[in-house]
T-cell receptor, first 114, second 111 residues
């Protein structure tokens, strides 16, 4: 079946560097994508979202890029800080599916070295 | 966690026992969801409810039951039929168009 997946399960970066977390999706019918951050023992927190009619969206220190041609999603974190250490999930919502029924990737663990 | 309260934080289940996880929200959101998270895995949908007195099975509903008698509450019961219940359980509400807002989770373990 079609699913959301991540290229790298772990990512280690130096404090102050930029981080890039990647996500591949295979369902061409997906029209909405979300990135979540999850700290240990806590629930996921919304970071940023993007709809399929956009290629890029920016937030505070974060940017999401969507490449529909190759079905690829990425999250860029600028000037990574120790507080950014967490697991990051991408999720997709399939057009025509029930609203809120997201399909989640397995996550990438981001570790920030001081 | 901003309007969604899950309790307890930690729960232990004996073999053959049913246990109920609580999820309460004061966000006035119509739709509520239960997800299961296993270590190193993504979230899997157990049950969801889009309106009071109505709910639908998700991808892994077997061994679980829910009720939605009030808009604010969506309790999840892990029954004895669920043979592998150890996991982190997350309740969520639908905030905006497709965006889920999560509670802080309940860690369920088997004694």
């Amino acid at each position: 079946g079609e699913s959301v997946g991540l290229h790298l399960p772990t990512l280690s970066v130096q404090e102050g560097d930029n981080s890039i977390i990647n996500c591949a999706y295979s369902n061409s019918a997906s029209d909405y994508f979300i990135w979540y951050k999850q700290e240990s023992g806590k629930g996921p927190q919304f970071i940023i979202d993007i709809r399929s009619n956009m290629d890029k969206r920016q937030g505070q220190r974060v940017t999401v890029l969507l490449n529909k041609t190759v079905k690829h999603l990425s999250l860029q974190i600028a000037a990574t800080q120790p507080g950014d250490s967490a697991v990051y999930f991408c999720a997709e919502n399939i057009a025509g599916g029930s609203q809120g029924n997201l399909i989640f990737g397995k996550g990438t663990k981001l570790s920030v070295k001081p | 966690d901003g309007g969604i309260t899950q309790s307890p934080k930690y729960l232990f289940r004996k073999e053959g026992q049913n246990v109920t996880l609580s999820c309460e929200q004061n966000l006035n959101h119509d739709a509520m969801y239960w997800y299961r998270q296993d270590p190193g895995q993504g979230l899997r949908l157990i049950y969801y409810s889009q309106i009071v007195n109505d709910f639908q099975k998700g991808d892994i509903a077997e061994g679980y039951s829910v009720s939605r008698e009030k808009k604010e509450s969506f309790p999840l019961t892990v029954t004895s039929a669920q043979k592998n219940p150890t996991a982190f359980y997350l309740c969520a509400t639908l905030q905006g168009s497709g965006k889920l807002f999560f509670g802080s989770g309940t860690q369920l373990s088997v004694l």
